[in-house]
């Protein structure tokens, strides 16, 4: 297994974004994804689709707003794409001769996507569901009355492509489905060159777990924390049994694993504490919402059981990988990741980023030298965080110290102005409490932001 004591362990690993798809288009590209305007998550067109996300949002003093017109000229979510234009790390690895995969989550438009950017074989996560709802060894945990569990719920089906072929169901638990399937990539390109792009789907929302594994945990009376603890038993199985199978071919010492999250925990699925000790939930930038796990293992060159503090972010890992892969990175794209590796091993005498940037319409923010400034539309707010002495973000300096706000501002300011115009519009706005989770009722006094998307 990935054990703690045989990884490298970076302590401030930062996702791309609060949200799925441009953390993965980050991770993919080496870019910051406003760069080329994969900005927003894609999302389904329908407006009675989106209707149906927000008809429940409200809360006192709280309302999402939608724009039905600019949500009715949205193309299918298959179309909102990552553009062709973009070189991904698979692209770049191919022509380097090695063998390209991808397994699970994509996100990034078309299911021929992942093949158009370089992935010689795609199993594509063609639905959202691990099992059917009614299948005898599921146990699902759905919370009533919210209306992002209850849109996943209503269109979710059980289901996969292969290679863009027509969809079929899986072969069990979708978990334990990607790593059979990932164990087999390994296998069967043992003895050359690969690059396998395992996207796993948990532990997102269905929260579904098999009945084997949720037994396990009896000691938990929480019906939905235990579908949750249930589901990270299947992802850390998943790595152990790729780790086991790495060593059992003798190809351990020689292949580098990152193990990465695309965004901090949803407070939507109402478990508390999923983050702790940091403040917020995915689709924020507040620590939880962005700051995930992230470590590494190579033992021919990482030293195992090591630690890294300075932030890291998902736009290394393009450079990183094609780096240790011996791979020939465009000379002519602007990117804005570092090969962490001479960094981790004391080679580097800078750290891999002084500043670091967030952007997802109004929502904004800037990490310099261990400030952080987050900055919302709605509400027209501004939080500055000392992070070297509060890491949790739980004083707000951004009255006491306006010439840093300042500062910031420009660092945003100039990042800004560097970047693309969105793909496509925004057309909602959500609130989210920072605090409490998606199951708590909003308080006067209560911190939020609106999530634009």
């Known amino acids: 297994m990935l054990l ?3 990884v490298l362990r970076f302590d401030n690993g930062y996702a791309a974004n609060a949200i799925c798809a441009p953390s993965r288009a980050s991770i993919l590209t080496g870019r ?42 949205l193309p299918p979510m298959q179309e909102l794409v990552l553009p062709d234009s973009e070189i991904t790390i698979a692209e770049v690895l191919k022509e380097a001769g090695y063998y ?54 209503a269109v979710a ?19 334990d489905y990607y790593t059979n399937e ?70 351990s010492d020689n292949t580098l694993i990152i193990f990465t999250s695309d965004n901090g925990g949803a407070g939507y699925i109402g478990l508390p504490d999923i983050n702790k000790p940091y403040r917020g939930w995915k689709l924020t930038h507040f620590e939880g919402g962005t700051h995930v796990p992230f470590m590494a ?26 780096a240790a892969a011996g791979a020939t990175t465009p000379d002519n794209v602007k990117y804005d990741g570092v090969d962490l590796i001479p960094h981790v091993r004391g080679e580097a005498s800078s750290k891999p980023h002084e500043t670091l940037f967030w952007r997802e319409g109004h929502h904004q923010s800037v990490l310099h030298n261990g400030w952080k400034l987050i900055r919302a539309g709605r509400p027209d707010k501004r939080w500055l965080f000392n992070l070297a002495v509060d890491p949790t973000e739980q004083h707000n300096l951004a009255q006491s110290e306006p010439e840093t706000v300042r500062k910031l501002e420009a660092l945003l300011a100039a990042h800004n102005a560097e970047q693309a115009d969105p793909l496509w519009p925004s057309f909602l706005n ?24």
């Open 4 to 6: 703690l004591n045989k």
């Open 32 to 73: 910051y994804s406003t760069r080329f305007g994969f900005e927003f998550t894609p999302v389904f067109s329908t407006v009675a689709t989106i209707a149906q996300w927000t008809q429940d949002i409200e809360q006192p003093a709280l309302l999402a707003t939608i724009d039905h017109e600019m949500a009715e000229s």
């Open 100 to 153: 390209t995969a991808h397994i699970g989550k994509w996100h990034l438009g078309a299911a021929d996507g992942p093949q158009n950017q370089g992935f010689d074989d795609s199993l594509y996560m063609n639905g959202l569901s691990y099992l059917p709802p009614d299948h005898p060894d599921v146990v699902n945990a759905k919370r009533e009355g919210d209306v992002i569990e209850e849109m996943v719920w």
């Open 157 to 175: 089906t059980y289901e996969s492509q292969f290679n863009n072929s027509q969809s079929f169901q899986p072969d069990g638990y979708l978990t």
């Open 182 to 251: 990932a164990v087999k990539v390994i296998e069967k390109n043992q003895h050359q060159p690969f690059f396998l792009y395992l996207a796993h789907w948990g532990i997102h929302n269905p929260l579904q777990a098999t009945r084997a594994d949720y037994d396990k945990f009896s000691q938990l009376e929480d019906h939905t924390l235990r579908v949750y603890a249930s589901m990270i038993h299947s992802l850390d199985r998943s790595v152990g049994m790729i780790t086991d199978k790495l060593e059992a071919l003798g190809l």
């Open 297 to 322: 293992k190579w033992p021919q060159k990482i030293e195992p059981n090591s630690r890294f503090t300075d932030p890291v972010h998902h736009i290394d890992l393009f450079h990183t990988i094609a």
């Open 430 to 453: 959500s609130p989210q409490l920072i605090d409490k989770h998606g199951g708590q009722e909003y308080e006067d006094g209560d911190e939020y932001i609106y999530w634009p998307n």
